[in-house]
């Protein structure tokens, strides 16, 4: 991959942050979450870390269940989202 980055940009332009966060993205990518009794039920679960670190490597995140759903990150089992 950075054969490629490096063919397209001039060697000046070359940084490191823009590989790793590329990187990065691709780690979830495709994962569709949803979280169930890991967030306080008065707080807004997009400012909680668990919820912004997904999405920083790309996964996407739900409040519901949904056809798109892939995976279920849960503190307990036997909730219906679970």
């Known amino acids: 991959m950075f ?5 397209r940009a001039p060697q000046e332009q070359w940084d490191v942050r823009g590989v790793m966060e590329a990187r990065r993205r691709r780690v979830l990518a495709g994962v569709h979450l949803v979280f169930s009794r890991v967030f306080p039920l008065e707080a807004d679960p997009r400012a909680h870390p668990l919820w912004r670190l997904a999405e920083q490597f790309g996964g996407t995140c739900s409040m519901a269940c949904g056809n798109e759903t892939t995976h279920v ?3 307990h089992g036997g909730t219906e989202k679970v």
């Open 73 to 75: 990150v849960a503190t």
């Open 3 to 7: 054969e490629r980055i490096a063919a």
